[in-house]
Every structure is written in structure tokens, then in C-alpha cells.
């Protein structure tokens, strides 16, 4: 597993590694629904049980497997705080919050997931490149009280839409210096 680097309006960001493999159309269900034979990474397979399935408890897999990357990259950046990107979907328990709260704990980091606020229920990544117009869907609820350095997490990166909107609204807070972003996977078709 080697770290993926993602280009934004980020000053550094990575995935930890692909989500998927490969995958396999094997055709569709009686309602017309299509179904795939995927394969996924480790860390992948993780997200997936976590995401769709409701195993929860695969956050300390995830941070165990994350954390041969954290280590080397984390130090000297000086982050304060893990921020999550605002998840669209609107569930009982966000898995991204599981995560999130996960990392923040194993590098002894707070984590907020109460700053950034997406107003729409559009996925970017299902939109076409000439609806993909997030600006405006995201706003900060509040500003950062001294300076900072922020560590923006998503779970699985497709598009950037949404992280690079988050980190155009971050960047409006003056006391918020530098904006990492790491993705705990990438998908197969990510730019």
C-alpha cells in the first residue's frame, strides 16, 4: 500500500491508498439495479463494512492501517485540529465521524465535527462536470480563535468538489494557516 498524492487547493493532501481494485459488472437485479463483483483494497474493504454495512468497529482497523503513512507524513505539520468534510447523507451514526474521532484519538488531536456545514444533498460525484458547481454549498459555522493548522479529512475521494470547496471556505478564517487533506481511500476513476 503506498499513499496516493492528491492536487487541490490544499497545501499538501494524500489517500491512504485506491478503494477498489477492480470491478466486474455481473448484471442487474429484478428492479433493474445495477450489481458489481468488486474487489477492494484492505483499507477499502474496511471503509465498505463501515460505510454500508454498519460495521463500525473497522475504525481501528482503518487507523491501524493508516497509520504506517500517518506516521511519517503527520510530523512537523503541526495540526491542531482533524476537521471532517460535511458528510452528504444524512445518517444516525456518520462513519466518517467514527474515523475521524478514531485518528484524533490516536494522535492525540481534537476533531470537530460541527464546523462545516454542506447545505445541499447533492453528491458531486454523481453530477456532470458542467453541474459540478459547489460553490456556496459549504459554510463554516465558526472561526478559528487563534492561529491553526488544520488536517481536512474525507473518506472516500472522487471528484476533490467538495474538499477543495471546504478548503475555499477555510481559507476565509485568517487565522487558519495551513490545510492538509487526506482521504482515507481514492476511487478508481478520481482525477
Known amino acids: 500500500m503506498a499513499a496516493i498524492r ?4 490544499w497545501d499538501e493532501g494524500y489517500a491512504i491508498d485506491q478503494y477498489i481494485l477492480s470491478s466486474e459488472y455481473v448484471g ?15 483499507i477499502g474493504e474496511a471503509l465498505y463494512k463501515m460505510k454500508y ?3 463500525y468497529n473497522t475504525s481501528d482497523l482503518i487507523v491501524e492501517l493508516s497509520k504506517p503513512f500517518l506516521d511519517k507524513w503527520l510530523p512537523g505539520k503541526n495540526i491542531s485540529t482533524i476537521l471532517s468534510v460535511p458528510p452528504t447523507v ?3 451514526t456518520q462513519p466518517l465521524f467514527i474515523i475521524c474521532e478514531a485518528l484524533a484519538s490516536a494522535y ?3 476533531f470537530r465535527s460541527d ?3 454542506k447545505h445541499t444533498q447533492s453528491q458531486a460525484k454523481e453530477m456532470q462536470d458542467k453541474e459540478r458547481q459547489l460553490r456556496g454549498t459549504i459554510s463554516m459555522t465558526r472561526q478559528a480563535k ?3 493548522n488544520i488536517l481536512l479529512i474525507d473518506d472516500i475521494y472522487s471528484t476533490g468538489s467538495t474538499a477543495n470547496e471546504c478548503v475555499l471556505v477555510l481559507r476565509q478564517d485568517d487565522n487558519i ?3 492538509y487533506f487526506l482521504a482515507i481511500a481514492k476511487t478508481m476513476n478520481a482525477r
Open 90 to 92: 444524512t445518517r444516525e
Open 177 to 179: 494557516k495551513n490545510i
Open 146 to 148: 487563534i492561529p491553526c
Open 115 to 117: 464546523i462545516l456545514y
Open 53 to 55: 454495512n454498519g460495521h
Open 28 to 42: 442487474e437485479d429484478v428492479y433493474g439495479y445495477p450489481h458489481f463483483n468488486n474487489r477492494y483494497t484492505p
Open 6 to 9: 492528491l492536487d487541490g487547493m
Open 108 to 110: 492525540n488531536l481534537y
